[in-house]
């Protein structure tokens, strides 16, 4: 075989670069929006401005003396009717109001207080543990920061919502079964989950009103816009509601209303 003339070969430092063969490019699949209000920012003015009228200082219905007590009560709230919750806790609150008389009475006597509240063991044991903690990293006192309290026992981000709220007068929205209903019920704030739900709501509820949105809308689901049927002759809003639930004829609005503020669509 004939070697390969000189011009053939060729130059040491001075070959091609081949170039580097594609990747396949895959068509990632955009995340999927997540839903908005059905309603314009006039329209949730107008909603929340009702409710002010309608209940101007609404208050929550857990019986509590100072932020530890309502942090305890809401605690126990889980999974329980405030009114059983109020029942039980009407005695506690009277020897133990403050983590140190708490922690002092023990988890057996803590016990033997809530007993009529469901799943009242597991509770006594998170009462005595987050008085703990607040004493170990907080001198007794509970902290006005969310990320702090959610490291407490028994204690999640709704519970510290309320605490944050009605404690301490910052602009939380604690979703519980109620709001995450009616966010999703009337299109007011559509999520799958609470955080979702959470999230819309402090998106779109003017700031003027945030201080007692959360008790506006519990109350509403509570006593208005019901689980099994709600209460659409009695609703403040039915005629601004866009849920598919409500009846067909609409009543007039129980509060005084200000029609130069309703968006002409209405």
């Not at 001075?14 to 490019?25: F, I, L, M, R």
């Amino acid at each position: 075989m004939s070697k390969p003339k000189s011009k053939d070969r060729p130059v040491p430092g001075n070959e091609v670069a081949q170039p580097e063969p594609k990747a396949k490019t895959v068509n990632a699949r955009p995340a999927p929006r997540r839903p908005r209000s059905l309603y314009t920012p006039a329209e949730v003015h107008e909603i929340f401005r009702r409710f002010s009228v309608q209940r101007p200082e609404p208050k929550g219905e857990l019986e509590h003396v100072n932020a530890f007590t309502l942090l305890v009560a809401v605690v126990l709230s889980a999974q329980a009717t405030d009114a059983g919750v109020n029942k039980a806790t009407r005695a506690l609150f009277q020897v133990a109001d403050t983590p140190q008389k708490m922690l002092a009475l023990g988890e057996e006597k803590v016990g033997d207080y809530i007993r009529t509240i469901g799943l009242w063991r597991n509770k006594a044991k998170n009462v005595i543990a987050l008085s703990q903690a607040l004493i170990r990293d907080h001198h007794g006192e509970v902290p006005d920061d969310r990320d702090e309290l959610v490291k407490l026992p028994g204690v999640g981000r709704k519970t510290a919502n309320v605490v944050l709220n009605m404690a301490f007068g910052q602009h939380t929205m604690a979703v519980d079964t109620h709001i995450l209903r009616i966010g999703n019920r009337i299109g007011l704030a559509p999520g799958k989950t609470p955080e979702q739900v959470e999230a819309e709501l402090v998106r779109i509820i003017p700031d003027e009103f945030m201080r007692h949105a959360h008790h506006w809308l519990i109350l509403h689901g509570r006593y208005v816009c019901k689980a099994r049927k709600p209460d659409c002759p009695a609703c403040v809003i039915a005629d601004i509601c866009k849920s598919a639930e409500k009846t067909t004829s609409i009543p007039a609005p129980l509060v005084e209303l200000a029609p130069q503020e309703i968006p002409q669509s209405l």
